[in-house]
């Protein structure tokens, strides 16, 4: 496997697991009885969404950096 397929199925994992991070707080955040409670599964949510988004830039610019490697 090549260091860009790699790569690939690294993010790709990283997006598994942090999808499975968000769902769980978007279910605690739904379901916790209390607003101190919700509030925290709020911020789980919040930095689960915003790993997400840096790990998808993380990609963009592996990519940028392989491809003109590769030029």
Do not use: C, Y
Not at 21 to 40: C, T
């Amino acid at each position: 496997m090549d260091e860009s397929a790699e790569l690939r199925l690294l993010f790709h994992r990283l997006n598994n697991q942090l999808g499975i991070i968000l769902a769980h707080a978007e279910l605690l955040e739904a379901k916790v009885p209390d607003e101190m409670s919700r509030a925290r599964a709020a911020q789980v949510v919040a930095s689960a969404l915003e790993a997400m988004t840096t790990a998808n830039d993380i990609r963009r610019q592996a990519s940028i950096t392989t491809d003109s490697d590769s030029q």
